[in-house]
């Protein structure tokens, strides 16, 4: 890739995890019942009572530098039960107001770190979803996410028995330097241990998150770290570009200077080296960030085209709706989105009051439902189609504007109202999105709302 590509795109962008992005919200005191009437529109509309869950669970031990999730440093573990009675709850109060008896088609714990909580814990906590909401284990994926410090032998036991076959590991990288500038120490032969043990036991999808761009991080590092996950080869791995925007995040993403971060053509190599040794070593890339061995479950959907990405990442189940349950949680209606409560506490005196502790949202009109899906099928299968309704003929003739660039560049093709992806455009899927997106065009400010794009 050439360098002034490179750096002509490496703007500051969404990642588009939802669209609209997050900054551009419009319902700042999003109401419960207004949240609900877009729950009541999606069950009116799908006519499917699956659901997606997902559940925050925000504690750690330890502040990582790196980390951009909302999230609450303690050694106390006392906190952990009255949070789990808390997101009990929550689902009750959730399940009291749906229009329909839920069939949880998924489930994932994230964090934070789900294995600062106790075994017994975690497990109190999906039981108790579990008990009076019908599942079907053959048609159900359970998935949580553990840091190979503190995940024991009791953690992949407990959860492997009641179901629960993936598991993803936050790796990072492995150089001793990397890890001291961002906080999060852990060797090789512990990630071993907790992966290897995780095998054996029999999961059967286990995936490891990379990062590059990392402070002090070099080209040596990158290929160390790909060469030692490759030992170990994952189902799934992860490869993220670091997010840098302590501006949102506070102190902790000041743990270094903006010097010790590798920029630019530096930081794209890291990318393009690690991709290539992931794909000689048999992954395919998926979507966008991710790779996975032809087996697993992810590269069937995408190449089936039935990829579907939501708040969790990518995911094989399609549901149209997705509950997140715990501080900061977003749920998605498809027709709106909700944040929970971002403090602890706040959280927990609203569900203290009976109420479900969504905070702002934003409710999506015909237009931007139209964009979601374009944004949504290039995210997931590296090509969409136009809306043909005439109503959008404007907007569709502005987007074909917008992309002129990226196709002069050859990192996208349109031929009448399909729009494709390139191969070598691959890695520039958000700056593509770009172009789609109405939000941007009135606000051209970007440097403080988003990281780079590249």
């Known amino acids: 890739m050439q360098q002034d590509i490179i750096e002509k795109y490496n703007v500051p962008g969404p990642r588009y995890t939802s669209y609209p992005t997050v900054p551009f919200w419009k319902n700042e005191n999003l109401s419960v019942t207004q949240w609900l009437s877009t729950v009541n529109k999606n069950y009116d509309h799908f006519q499917s009572n699956e659901v997606s869950l997902y559940i925050h669970l925000p504690f750690c031990e330890s502040l990582c530098t790196f980390c951009g999730c909302h999230k609450r440093i303690t050694k106390n573990h006392g906190v952990e039960k009255p949070y789990i009675d808390a997101v009990i709850e929550e689902w009750k109060l959730y399940k009291s107001k749906l229009p329909f008896q839920p069939k949880i088609k998924e489930l994932h714990l994230g964090g934070g770190t789900p294995t600062f909580f106790a075994p017994e814990e975690l497990i109190r906590l999906v039981q108790c979803l579990f008990e009076t909401t019908h599942v079907d284990p053959a048609a159900c994926e359970l998935s949580f996410e553990a840091h190979p410090n503190n995940t024991t032998e009791r953690h992949l036991l407990s959860l492997y028995d009641f179901g629960f076959r993936r598991l993803s590991l936050g790796i990072q990288d492995y150089s001793p330097i990397v890890q001291q500038a961002i906080h999060r120490i852990q060797s090789v032969e512990q990630v071993t241990k907790v ?121 094989t189940q399609s549901t149209s709706f997705l509950i997140g349950l715990g501080m900061s949680a977003i749920s998605d209606s498809w027709f709106g989105f909700a944040q929970n409560d ?15 502790p969504v905070f702002r949202g934003h409710i999506l009109s015909e237009k931007e439902l139209v964009i979601r899906q374009n944004i949504l099928d290039l995210m997931c299968h590296f090509e969409t189609t136009l809306h043909p309704d005439p109503r959008y003929q404007a907007m569709n003739d502005q987007i074909k504007i917008d992309l002129q660039d990226l196709i002069a560049d050859k990192l996208v093709c349109v031929e009448k109202d399909t729009v494709c992806v390139t191969e070598i455009g691959i890695p520039f899927v958000r700056n593509i999105c770009m172009a789609f997106d109405q939000d941007l065009v009135k606000n051209v400010k970007l440097e403080q709302k988003f990281s780079q794009t590249i």
């Open 195 to 315: 992966h290897t043990l995780a095998r054996k036991i029999g999961y059967t999808s286990i995936s490891h998150d990379l990062v590059f761009g990392l402070p002090k991080q070099q080209l040596s590092d990158m290929l160390d770290t790909v060469a030692k996950t490759l030992a170990l080869r994952p189902d799934r791995i992860s490869l993220y570009s670091y997010a840098h925007v302590p501006w949102i995040k506070g102190n902790g993403q000041r743990g270094y200077d903006e010097s010790d971060l590798p920029q630019n053509e530096e930081k794209r190599k890291l990318y393009t080296t690690a991709k290539q040794a992931l794909e000689a070593a048999g992954y395919s890339e998926i979507g966008m960030d991710h790779f996975a061995l032809d087996h697993d479950d992810l590269a069937r959907a995408f190449r089936a085209k039935n990829l579907h990405r939501n708040f969790m990442g990518y995911t």
């Open 342 to 356: 971002k403090s602890v506490e706040g959280y927990l005196e609203r569900i203290e009051k009976g109420e479900i």
